[in-house]
């Protein structure tokens, strides 16, 4: 094999997998409960959110982000695409603030499929589900444009 056609392939395998990494972004949304009063956030309001920078949906409710577990592909896509940071980052992120006591991470549930009903049933909650599981318990508050 020549070196162009090495290049070649290297270049392909990694288009692949920023194809992978663009659809599993696609298919991870943000969800709230039906009950609750907020219909759209920005990308940066979620960051604040999720990152702890605020503890208030934009209407002055109090929120309460639910995150899934580690080493799913759901908050894997969601952290690199809604909050631009890697699960790694995001940990040591939160390793800080927690040392300091300036606060603590979003709720973990597990599994997966339990999030959609724990937001469900409260309006102050805040989570990413697959965009297959939406229904009419929850409703989509972001639009992901990566």
């Known amino acids: 094999m020549t070196r162009l056609q ?11 997998a920023a194809a992978c990494q663009f659809a599993m972004a696609q298919d991870v949304v943000l969800v709230v409960s039906r009950k609750c009063n907020v219909s759209s956030l920005t990308q940066e309001q979620v960051a604040d959110i999720f990152l702890g920078k605020t503890s208030a949906f934009p209407n002055g409710a109090s929120v309460i982000p639910i995150d899934q577990q580690e080493g799913t ?42 999030v959609k009903r724990v937001i469900r049933d409260n309006p102050n909650y805040i989570g990413y589900i697959k965009r297959r599981d939406v229904d009419s318990s929850v409703k989509v508050v972001v639009v992901l444009h990566p």
């Open 6 to 16: 090495k290049w070649t392939r290297m270049i392909l395998v990694m288009l692949m």
């Open 73 to 114: 592909g759901e908050r894997e896509a969601f952290y690199h695409h809604f909050i631009g940071k890697t699960e790694a980052q995001v940990r040591t992120y939160w390793s800080k603030i927690v040392f300091t006591g300036k606060g603590y991470p979003p709720i973990e549930v597990v599994p997966p499929e339990r």
